[in-house]
């Protein structure tokens, strides 16, 4: 998982957001960068903790959720979350079809890393080795 502060996304919920979470702009410029770099990237959905894409790699699928972490404060921008999970869906035949390779998350985890530092307007990423506020963040994917 990735957390960093950045007002370039907005606090305004979506028509589609579910109990009005935040994060669709950010999963579609997730999603439009990771489709640029050859990634095979499904539609930005709506869930009850904000949104999400599926990614396909090596025949596997994770998914990359998003959402806002911390709102905003008069001192700072707000937090964002990204997670990587590895979760081939309801779809039973996917869990037979393609196990994930070892090296996938972190292939993954470097693709959304250059992503995030290509952009001046995001602050403070951390990457949490396991949950958020567990472990000891680095500012790059172990």
Request: proline content about 9%.
């Amino acid at each position: 998982m990735v957390t960093f502060r950045s007002a370039r996304f907005s606090s305004t919920p979506t028509p589609d957001a579910i109990n009005e979470m935040l994060g669709k702009d950010l999963g579609e410029w997730l999603r439009a960068a990771l489709a640029d770099q050859e990634f095979e990237v499904g539609e930005v959905i709506a869930e009850d903790y904000g949104y999400g894409f599926w990614l396909r790699l090596n025949g596997a699928h994770y998914w990359i959720m998003q959402t806002q972490y911390e709102p905003a404060t008069p001192d700072m921008p707000p937090t964002w979350l990204v997670g990587i999970d590895y979760d081939p869906g309801c779809l039973g035949l996917w869990w037979l079809r393609a196990r994930p390779k070892p090296n996938d998350r972190r292939l993954i985890a470097r693709a959304l890393h250059a992503v995030l530092a290509s952009d001046a307007r995001l602050e403070a990423v951390q990457w949490w080795p396991q949950d958020v506020q567990r472990g000891t963040p680095q500012p790059t994917p172990g």
